[in-house]
């Protein structure tokens, strides 16, 4: 009789234990020390009939930010930290003035590749479905500010974040998607590098 | 004995006094005419009345607003901490307005960039597109690809050129404040902790009465409540200075007012052991009602500071009574008519020195001390007319048999003295105390500074210097004022200003500066950037490669072209000319006026530099100004000593004779000597205060200098009176010494000291076998 009722017991906690929450998303997120990959980033502006189409290599490492390195149809390297955003101008990084509400948005961008859900959960409603190997966030600001700028952003992702949708409340919208990501590789001495500079 | 005149005076003069009465309670009928306002005492430097204006406007949010950071190591609890204090702060009805939240509207933003491109645009970005178009179109392509360049507020369909987005990037920076774009927020990282920003706008000033006081309890209860959520406050306002001001004053008013008292009344029991000569205190009584009267009939109010230095006045105003009480020692038996009759002459010169003294303080260029004297003098005459007229019928019968001690001890320091000068005789001792004095005054330095005025507790001055260090605001008291015949002019001239200061932030000798033209450029420039749009279609290949429709660029072309020049008026009534408004200064009898506020000043001396060669340009220095305001009194506050002096001695040569009469003022002015000289063996700077001081002590001196050369009932018992009275006196004086305002503390000390001289050299007036020789020389 008391097998039985713990037997009961974990059958109905199981659906709870098996559904996938944003912690476990944050947790297979933060995971990887290191994440290379490869990018295209589609700027879908309301008066153009193509976007605005760039493309290049990242490296996101967990103790120390991002490098965005933008290929074609310009180059220009960007580094984000906690000190904030910098932009390679020849061979040395050059802090950008830290602008307030620019400062925010790299926040969030962070946040949303690192699966900072603690981070995001302030500003946005978060909803996720899915299963860790394919699953779907959708973010809808909170805040009236926020929603002056963005309607929603949507993330996909696997193992790691795959696609980033940003849909402005003009109109228009980004689509970042990463490519070939892959968590295998260290960072190299030239990164490491970018990073400590 | 009485005189009938003797009957009639006590009725007349309790007539006056009811009338007095009544004029005080109508002056009081709307509560407590006080106030607290620092910048009433101090000189009006500047007869110019825009620049009033111009100065009432810079300090209006000093007095008004409260700043506080509300600190916490979360973010989010700070945040959530900022907005229970400010709902709790919205709901105390102190306030006007509170804001810990910058609620932008976006579509008035947008509006006000969309009309500002040519206006609003920068200095550097202007150049850039009129002598670079090709890297103007490089850089707008580069930032269609950005993915950091933060959001635009306009979107890129309007806005294909970015101009909203430079002008967006050139706003002066607010210091070190983040924008919390989720709750809207303003935060600033440091020391580990997230501080938000609360901002509010009292309903009064700080020179109010009871607002300042509110206000700081409120902050007090905010505090608590915020350490119990381990948070922490910190907070800025003039408000809170006056609040500290205010309850220091109170606290000194009781000190040297109560301390004064309890001495004089304990003095009066000891040496006449009578209770009812207590009555002696009614005239000090009287005397603080008249000058108070007569201060709120004069200046409408009565200053805070005016009180505190005026409640040293007990200690004057109870020597009148102590005059021919002291006879009750020789005259016996002591009756307060005939007392009064005997020692009248000397008490009436002795009302006219000290006025004289009091109101010479009333010539200087400082409001304080013409309240002060107004105060005094007025204070002085009501005690005065109560101890002749009104004293000795309260005193009718009194039977005085005063103890013998005070006496004894008096023949003891003449015999003292006796010894000494058979010893020693009296040019030698001139001489030592003449190198004395030459000692001291080769240590004595000088010091005038407005923060003298202001007893600032340490944690006040702390927090402000943190929350500068915090935010990066560090707004300065200087600020430039531009005159020009119209509103292109003024713009053009604040560029040429603009351009210096800038070399000023480039070497570190300033933080910033906020500018209307930071803002709106002035019309030549605007044209300038139409006709250089003019030629940007040979530039902007690289855009239509991207996609972007030839059509529409040339519509936004021509819509920038059909754009209005914009004024200053236009320019102020968007959201992001918020900070800028108060700068405006608008159309004046000669045209217009504006100012330029500054942050983080290393060096004072080089703004004053910058203005010049520059028409229209001038810097108020309102602190610069007073403190050398300061040091030119000090020379005409020397000279109204002098001055006072001779009109002393005029007044001392009817009664005394001539040599007399230079001898009665040389002594005070030797002490008044002495107490300089002392100053400067103790290390104690020579302030504008110390000096009023000795002007002080000259006109009290006089008084011990008469009352030993009367000599009326023997040199023990003349020598016993102005030891009372210098006892009494030192008491009052002795206790503003301890004041922890400075001036306040210097201006007792400096008369403490001269008294504590005074008395001792007023022997030497009477001995006419010892005559002093040299008088000239000790002055």
Known sequence: MKRLFIWLLLCSLSPLAQAFDLQQLSDQLARPEVIHGQFIQEKHLRALPQPLTSKGRFVLAKNHGLLWLLQTPLQQDYRITAQGIARRDGNAWQMLPNKSAGAEQNRLFLAVLQGDSSGLQRDFELSLSGEPQQWKLTLTPRSVLLKQVF????????????????????????????????????LSEAEQHDFAE | MIL????????????????VLALAGWQWRNGAPLSANLMELVPGTSPDALELIAEQRMQEPLNREVLVLVGHTDRQQAIALAQTLGEQWQASGLFDKVQWTLQADVPALRTQLLNGRLAMLSAADREQLIEQPQAFIQQRVQALFDPFSGFSLVPNQDDWLGLTGRIQNSQPQRGAIQFDIGSGALVADADGKSWVMLRARAQGNAFDMNLPLQVAELLQRSRDQASQAQGQLLAASGLLYAASGQQQASREITWVGGGATIGILMLLLLA??????????????????????????????????????????????????????SKSWSLKPWRSWPALRLTLPGLSLSLATTCIGYLALAWTPFPALTQIAIFSAAGLVGAYLTAVCLLPALLKGADLRPAQWPLRLCECLLQIRQALLARVPTPVLLVLLLSFCAGGLWHLTTKNDIRQWIGTPQHLTDEARDIARITGFQPTSQFFLIRADDQPQLLERQTALNERLDQLIALEKL??????????????????????????????????????????????????????VTDIDAALAGPLAEPYRTLWLGPTTQGVAAMISLQGLNDAALLRVQAVDLPGVQLVDRLGDLNRVFAATQVSAAELKLASCVLIVLLLIWPFGVSAALRIVALPLLAALCSLASLGWLGQPLTLFSLFGLLLVTAIGVDYAILMREQIGGAAVSLLGTLLAAVTTWLSFGLLALSSTPAVSNFGLAVSLGLAFSFMLAPWVGRQEHPIPAQEDQR
């Open chain 2, 511 to 564: 933080q910033g500066y906020l500018s209307l033209n930071q803002l709106v450029s002035p019309p030549a420039d605007q044209q300038k950037v139409r006709q250089a749009l003019a030629r940007l279609p040979d530039f902007w290949q690289p855009l239509l490669d991207l996609g972007v429709p030839v059509a529409a660029l040339q519509g936004e072309l021509a819509q920038l072209q059909a754009l209005p």
């Open chain 1, 151 to 186: 309607n929603q952003i949507n993330i996909d992702g696997g193992e790691l974040v795959q696609r980033i949708e940003l849909l402005e409340t003009q109109g228009d919208s980004t689509v970042l998607r990463m490519l070939d990501a892959t968590a295998a590789q260290p």
């Open chain 2, 4 to 19: 009938p005149s003797e009957r009639m005076l006590p009725r007349l003069f309790l007539i006056l006094l009811l009338a």
């Open chain 2, 272 to 325: 006449f052991r009578r209770l009812r000569v207590w009555l002696a205190f009614v005239p000090v009584l009287v005397g603080m009602l008249f000058g108070a009267v007569a201060c709120v009939a004069l200046f409408g109010r009565m200053h805070v500071m005016t009180l505190v230095l005026g409640s040293s006045l007990i200690g004057v105003a109870v020597d009148y009574p102590l005059h021919y009480l």
